[in-house]
């Protein structure tokens, strides 16, 4: 009889931006990678549908949120845009299992803020105060 594999959970998991764990993060959107298909068809093709091609790979924004603490390393990283620079970093996420073990990575390649988000603030709130970063890559590769 075949061995029963579960799925692993999403709530554990860590992110490295250059290699370094800057802080936690309450949520990571996932990554995804699309291809639209290119259809071509030629005139002497009658009755006949269309070849599909892949076209070009785009890799989706991936947005980081955590509990605003003292660190500023998102707004500073976003004041290099802000100043004309676009400084590429490589931005590791890797799920873990309960044993706290690393079990899948994905890596963003050549990733730079295209958003910061101050948290929101209400008064009657109980909350945790949120901020995020959206980034934009120019790949993405599970690694693991």
């Known amino acids: 009889m075949a061995e029963i594999m579960y799925p692993y959970k999403k709530y554990n998991y860590k992110v490295l931006i250059d290699q370094k764990e800057e802080a936690g993060f309450s949520e990571v959107s996932d ?40 660190s500023q390393g998102f707004v500073d990283w976003m004041k290099e845009i802000q100043n004309g620079k676009a400084p590429r970093k490589t931005v590791v996420i890797t799920l ?4 706290m073990q690393e079990v899948a990575s994905w890596q963003l390649e050549k990733a730079w803020p295209t958003k910061y988000s101050a948290p929101d603030f209400n008064a009657t709130s109980n909350e945790v105060a949120i901020e995020s970063l959206e980034l934009v890559c120019e790949g993405i590769t599970r690694t693991k």
Request: aromatic share 4%.
């Open 31 to 70: 990554p995804d990678i699309t291809s639209d298909p290119v259809e071509y068809r030629e005139g002497n093709m009658a009755g006949k549908p269309p070849v599909k091609q892949p076209g070009i790979l785009m890799y989706s924004n991936v947005t980081l949120k955590r509990g605003t603490t003292e």
């Open 96 to 99: 873990m299992d309960d044993e």
